[in-house]
């Protein structure tokens, strides 16, 4: 026998098992390694972007080259990897897990372990995505910063360690010590509500708390950094300090560093042009913005969005201080600075959104017995909330605070994020939004949305203004280009599918389907004439359409997601990526019409459909970016 075939059977039948046994429920369906069925956490330490580049970097093998390829990883992995530690061995460090939607929570966990280092501990930090799961009954102190997106829900990095806590299979972690800090945002109803659930199942899972929670508004500067000092504190009984180590970033945070422009120094870009993109007949006003950049200093992917930072309506400011009896010209600390108390309004409040404690707050102000019931009848309030701005609270019960009571009860201005339209590879120096202008009338007042207002109706060409970048990677084109991906939207939901198409049409492989939404085919066609153009070229291989109010008898995107369930099923059958973007309702129908789908060209039960979806979810093949 042969060297050569001696070495063969040894990989064969030695180390490919080893290998591969976590992973027996994958195997290569045409090229794609696809999951047979829901992989379980706690057996899969590769989550959907490795995955992705390991299938990428295997497809075209034969069986000799993929035979060597498994004794060179092998190889590998007996010179690099540190013996995994037993049951009975704990981790003596710091481990700082944080779940990001836009940022944030990201950027006080790096801040976390870097004072954590300089105390002397060993801090180890990683985003829930690319934490191991089964390391957690190792842990002996584990910090959490987490924010919460949409209705309540964890953000999307979160979700398997959320879901792996509230499971049957949770431990018990009776010799885990912990801390959650949450942040969030107070005029949503869910106020945190995904580090709620973190603190609570890790006390019922027998963890002990290091300090109480703390839930931390959009205002969550000096709360964290109250948090992050007492939680070093009391590490101090319970873990010794050593020489300061540098802390070691996991995959995904290492590869997308902090910018020198971020949130808390955004970089000045300056519009354009503004240019209205739907009919003089349409409901919707969508406008389609371009941004100076300079492509030295900002650099993002298709799927990334953008924090802009507005100012308010300079004659909403004036009717509020009008109602509220102050003088504009009254001085206050504002910012980084002293300003009038108008430029404050203008520039540093939010005059847009109500919140609990601000109704709450001008209730104890007002003499009003009906503003008294609302803020004691929780579905009231929240209804009250959602339907008002500042302005008709203030109006609708007098009041007359002085100027520190009134600023007291505002929230600082928060930017909006918005999805970019555009492909840097195609637009080096440009960045491109897609948005729609939120006005409406009611109790007698023309009201318009706080960044939206100031985008399209006063901000002139040529005029700058404040934004930082925000990294999505939860929404992302595939590394594999040769891989299909199916495109689902309505309305301004088609805005990163414009930047997808323009990336996909320079890669000139993979298959692309477009389903988009909207009102009318002839005012509401969003980038029609582009469609088109891409279609006629062949890069766009399929597009469905549903416009709403086109006939009698209403079509949304979801029925034609149920109307192609066969060609869409056999799209994923075969490796597509699926992508989801738009408003969150008609991403939950969506949703349910993906559920049935799957079910009916399955065979499968519903919650059979939907461990299909959730495991495309945990490859990185089913990405959603809803609001």
Known sequence: MTIYNIYTQYVIFYVYPKILQPYSNYQFIDGHLMALSQPQALTNPLDGQQLQRLQSALEGMSPIQLTWAGGYLAGLASQQLQPITT????????TILFGSESGNARSIAEALAERATSCGYEARLFSMEDYYLRELT??????????????????????????????KRAPRLDKLKYAVLGLGDSSYQYFCQTAKEFDNRLHELGAERLLERIDCDVDYQKLSDDWTKKTLDLTKAHLPAQRPKVVKLTTAAAKNPQLCYGRDNPYRTRLLDNQRITGRGAVADVHHLILSIDPEIISYSPGDALGVWFQNDPLLTEEVLSEIGLSGDARI??????????????RHYEL??????????????????????????QARLWAYIQQH????????YPARPSVDEFTGLLHPLQPRLYSISSSQTEFEDEIHLTLCLLQYQALGRRYQGGASGFLVDRLSEDESLNVHL????????????????????AGTGVAPYRAFMQQRAIDNKGANWLIFGNRHFHNDFLYQLEWQRYRKAGLLDRIDLAFSRDQSEKIY?????????????????????????????????VKQALIDVVSEQSGQSPEGAKAYLETLRRQGRFQQDLY
């Not at 049951?87 to 710091?94: G, P, R, V």
Request: glycine content about 10%; overall charge negative.
């Open 87 to 94: 049951e009975t061995e704990a981790h003596q460090s710091i």
């Open 138 to 167: 190792k842990e002996r102190l584990v910090l959490i910063v987490v924010s919460t997106h949409g209705e309540g829900d964890p953000p999307e990095g979160a979700r398997d360690l959320h879901s792996y806590l509230h499971g």
């Open 333 to 346: 600390s504002a910012g980084e600075g002293e300003s009038s108390l108008s430029d404050a309004l203008l």
């Open 352 to 377: 847009t959104r109500l919140h609990p404690a601000l109704v709450r707050g001008w209730a104890s102000l007002a003499n009003s017995d009906d503003l008294s019931r609302i803020i004691t009848d």
């Open 389 to 396: 701005q500042v302005i008709d609270l203030v109006s609708q």
């Open 470 to 489: 925000v990294a999505n990677p939860g929404f992302r084109l595939p590394s594999n280009t040769d891989t299909s991906i199916i495109m689902i939207g």
């Open 557 to 589: 995107v979801q029925h034609r997601v149920h109307q192609n369930g066969a060609e869409l099923y056999r799209w994923l059958e075969k490796g597509a990526h699926l992508y989801l973007c738009g408003a969150r309702v008609m991403g939950g129908d």
